[in-house]
């Protein structure tokens, strides 16, 4: 079963502040403290969430905690502000509502980082997806970028945002983020120029100064020290806590993920850093003829690069802080300006320049981020706005804040009241007005068209003639002296005359959230807003992306001579803009107080805390919400959390949880005017109500909590009793069964004594008998032992003294018997040697005898056998005779010719189904099948090898056919005669190996020949004088051998064919061929040639080839020696090859041995 909570249990203090009683200022500051004491930042009025600035990170913004307020109602867990992001979010989502979430509060209250806690939230718990996800990112993106262009450290808060943020995120209607829309609101741009002390201009500055590369700063041409910058205050340029570097990287990336471009970011930098060079152009007087001073510039060198950063000329800017040209119809008129108006103008550049930028950054990211045209988007806009501000000396920037404060004050009234009352006529309860200060007629001091003080304000700075502060203060107090809001020393009301806190030159708004004094001094100025024509024309000029977007205004072709709208309009229109958005949208308040003033965790100062509750109106609003009803619930959970406080409605009520309401509060006898029934909810109206219903819930919690401890115990006991009761029964049991076995035990050895005695008895009786009779037994026996032993002595002797007398028969039997044995020996051994003669003899007749048997038996079988075959033919004389009248004269040879034909017939197409392959070196051929077919077959087997050579002849092209020509007449050459022939078999005869046609190196050497070209090759020339080899081209045509150097082609020696008479080679492995010249021939002047070549084969094959061809050569000559005999020159040089031992990898080595001997050694593994 899920468990319901609620807000209510384990309350510090009170969460929701309507419940407080006795309601306070001081029970309500005690109760915040209290709960700030104990961690619980967050407390509720009613839907209004008060946040507390812990100043310190909490463990209360983890995804765990995002999970547990995931879905939850709001009033079910303790106050939180993912609560209300979670309850508007859903509200959009499901009751299709627009949201607004309104954060107020001081600066430093907390407002910034509440609103990036609830995009955060409602980030987290909307939908998921690649394209979700990145619209998320960069709607959070967003964030750090214009924090670091609109935030600034102050004396208040360290990152406080000096513009107005409205950010409307968009979804569809899954509850999506579709994109986002933001609206700033007056950026304060005054701190661009002068920061109070202890303040800092805008972060971006020192973000720039410290965190960009070396390379960076030098294009934009900085210097990382800030003192170098007039307009960047030093006194705080380091903040404690921030990491200005990694911040800056944080914003390079956050611009990249909003979707900046690289050249984008470069421009924005640049505009920054043109405002901090602006702030270092110092100003002279130079005085003119007119007696009067001009400015003119000290240094130009800032203004240079500043001008070289935007892109504008140094003339052009030079001459819009020194003159100034009033346009006025058609009239111009040029005045120059002092040094006073210079820096008045300078400033003027820079606060626009920046404020500009910023507005400009705000519209790019609002590109990136805007949603897709839809139909229709659900909306949640989220508002942090500066917080109202009063200090000690206030100016125009504090008016428009408060002014922009009062507003947000006025609608929050409005729509609290308006939701309050609407949920009574939807619930049908009666409702009765309730009195509340109704801030518009402060609004309406501000913004009234005819005599509000914006209107007037404007009035003054439009109107002709000289306009001061002092002026506009005047009009002020004229128009203004009777409204009840307004106080100043001068104006009619004489109740002020004596005020000496309100001095002259001020006057004094009694806002909503307490007095504000303004110092008047400025005012004009700062609606005028003034940029001087020539310096927004100049900066039109500028050669700069972003400049002609800037300064729109500063195009000469659409010159306005109507005065740009002041600042006080602009703000009044916007917020006017805002509010209408605003009212449109269903709201939801977060109002953020600060608890000290010194930045500081675990602090909480009363009297600040105090003065907050007081100008945000929070009693009040507490007020308000209970004026009608303070609590309100629906009836489900009612009935649910207090059901225990009455009989019929626990533990179950069975009807509708109304009704079951009706009777619970009718039972407790809350009196009537203490609730009303509307449709879904029970209203209460006073706290204590509803503290009296907790009270009894928790006394009857008690008591329940009682009850199920005394059930418990109640079970427990018995479940302990029965259990002992059980035990006994199974004790009793073992006991007597343990008693009757000893009782048993007992009687059993009883009777088994008992039963031992007898048997004993009767035993030793037995015995008795039995030993006499075993007496009696023994004695008889012992009388015919002596009797059986007499008798047997008696026989013994007898029987002794017959075989003393046996003995010696025996003895002299046995001399008897040895001697006749003795001589029958003899005498069988006379026997047995007369017996063996007869037996060889015997032996020998026998062998005759079985011989002529042999004999005998074999005549006899070939008898049986001549028998059998005269029987044979005989019976086939007799068949034949007998079956020849059937047959006719020539059947049998028929027969034999039919028998011997379906036998060829069968081997014919045996042997087509088991014919070998038909590649002619296939050696298979069938079996045999029949002995009469010996010669066939083996006829057969020729043709039909010859046949399928022929076959395979015949699919020779010519060029294959010469080829294997040439391989046979290789093979007829030098098969079995000399050893390489092996190895050339496998290998091709390419003949051109050096591809001498195409190759472009040999192409001089190619021309040169008349005829084609059937050898070329690289062969080793031998020198004849030490026997070692020199590379040559050798080529063979029709006519010649030719030699050329290898490398430069050139021809060395041409030998016609018919001057060669022979070719002589070895008989081993080696490449070495002797060319022998005809005797006399031209060619032969330097003797014969000695080479070595790897296609030995093909060259001499190819020669014999082309020496057989020529038409007047004799056949070339082949001589196959290991010794032949070379013609040198002169000599005659034996040419001779010995086997050398098998060398890895060496060749054929050549060596002169003296005048007359060439030794070629070759390998025998060659
Ligand atoms: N919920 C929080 N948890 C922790 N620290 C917080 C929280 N809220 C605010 N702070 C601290 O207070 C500082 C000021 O908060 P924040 O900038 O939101 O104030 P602000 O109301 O926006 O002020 P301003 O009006 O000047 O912009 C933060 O920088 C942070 O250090
Ligand atoms: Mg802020």
Known sequence: ???????????????????????????????????????????????????????????????????????????????????????????????????????TGESGAGKTEASKLVMSYVAAVCGKGQEVNKVKEQLLQSNPVLEAFGNAKTVRNDNSSRFGKYMDIEFDFKGDPLGGVISNYLLEKSRVVKQPRGERNFHIFYQLLSGASDDTLKKLKLDRDFSKYNYLSLDSAAVNGLDDAANFRTVRNAMQIVGFMEDEVQSVLELVAAVLKLGNIEFKPESRCNGNDESRIRDKNDLKEMCELLGTEQTVLERAFSYRTVEAKQEKVCTTLNVAQAYYARDALAKNLYSRLFSWLVTRINESIKAAPKSRHKVMGVLDIYGFEIFEENSFEQFIINYCNEKLQQIFIELTLREEQEEYVREGIEWTNIEYFNN????????????????????????????????????????????????????????????????????????????????????????????????????????????????????????????????GFQFRHSVGTLMRNLQTKNPNYIRCIKPNDKKASHIFTDSLVCHQVRYLGLMENVRVRRAGYAFRQAYEPCLERYKMLCKRTWPHWRGPAREGVEVLMADLTVPAEEFSFGRSKVFIRNPRTLFFLEERRRQCLQDLATLIQKIYRGWKCRSHFLLLKKSQIVVAAWYRRYAQQNKYKRIKSATTVVQS??????????????????????????????????????????????????????????????TKARRELRQLKEEARNKHAVSVIWAGWQGTKARRELRRLKEEARRKHAVAVIWAYWKGLKVRREYRKFFRANAGKKIYNFTIQRIMQKYFLGLKSTMPSMSPIDKSWPVKPYLFLDGVHSELRRIFHLWRCKKYRSEFTEEKKAVFEEKLEASEIFKDKKALYASSVSQPFMGDYLEISKNPKYQKL????????????????????????????????????VLADQKTGQVKASVPLPDLTSVSVSTQSDGFFALKLKEGSASAIKGDFLLSSEHLIEIITKLHRTGATAADSEQLN?????????????????????????????????????????????????
């Open 1006 to 1041: 190619n021309s040169a020949m008349d005829e084609k070209v059937l050898l070329a090759d690289v062969v080793n020339k031998i020198n004849r004088a030490n026997g070692k080899g020199t590379a040559r081209i050798f080529l063979l045509t029709k006519n010649s051998v």
């Open 757 to 818: 005695y007898t048997r004993g008895w009767q035993a030793r009786k037995l015995l008795r008998e039995l030993k006499y009779q075993k007496r009696c037994e023994e004695a008889v026996t012992t009388i015919s032992a002596y009797w059986h032993g007499t008798q047997a002595r008696m026989e013994l002797r007898r029987l002794k003294q017959e075989a003393r007398n046996i003995h010696a028969v025996t003895v002299i039997w046995a001399y008897w018997q040895g």
């Open 1 to 103: 079963m899920e468990v319901k909570t609620s807000l209510l249990d384990n309350m510090i203090g009170v969460g929701d502040m309507v419940l407080l009683e006795p309601l306070s200022e001081d029970s309500f500051i005690a109760n915040l403290r209290n709960r700030f004491d104990h961690n619980e930042i967050y407390t509720y009025i009613g839907s209004v969430v008060i946040s507390m600035n812990p100043y310190r990170s909490l463990p209360i913004f983890t995804p765990e905690k995002v999970e547990e307020y995931r879905n939850r109602n709001f009033y079910e867990l303790s106050p939180h502000i993912y609560a209300l992001a979670d309850e508007a979010y859903r509200s959009l989502r499901d009751q299709d509502k627009d949201q607004c979430i309104l954060i």
């Open 440 to 567: 518009a007629i402060i609004c309406d001091l501000i913004e009234n068209h005819q005599n509000g003080i914006l209107a007037m304000l404007d009035e003054e700075c439009l109107r002709p003639g000289t306009v001061t502060d002092e002026t506009f203060l005047d009009k002020l107090n004229t128009i203004c002296a009777e409204h009840l809001h307004f106080e100043s020393r001068l104006s009619k009301s004489s109740k002020f005359l004596t005020d000496h806190s309100l001095p002259h030159n001020c006057f004094r708004i009694q806002h909503y959230a307490g007095k504000v004094l303004y110092r008047a001094e400025g005012f004009v100025d700062k609606n005028n807003d003034l940029l001087y024509r020539d310096l927004s024309q100049a900066m039109y000029k500028a050669n700069h992306s972003l400049m002609k977007q800037l300064f729109p205004e500063g195009n000469p072709a659409k010159v306005n001579l109507k005065r740009p709208p002041t600042a």
């Open 1118 to 1166: 082949i001589d196959i020696s290991d010794e032949f005999l070379v013609q040198f020159k002169h000599d005659k040089v034996c040419v001779k090859f010995i086997q050398g031992a098998p060398k890895n990898g060496n060749s054929v080595s050549c060596k002169r041995k003296n005048n007359r001997l060439l030794e070629v050694s070759v390998p025998s593994t060659v």
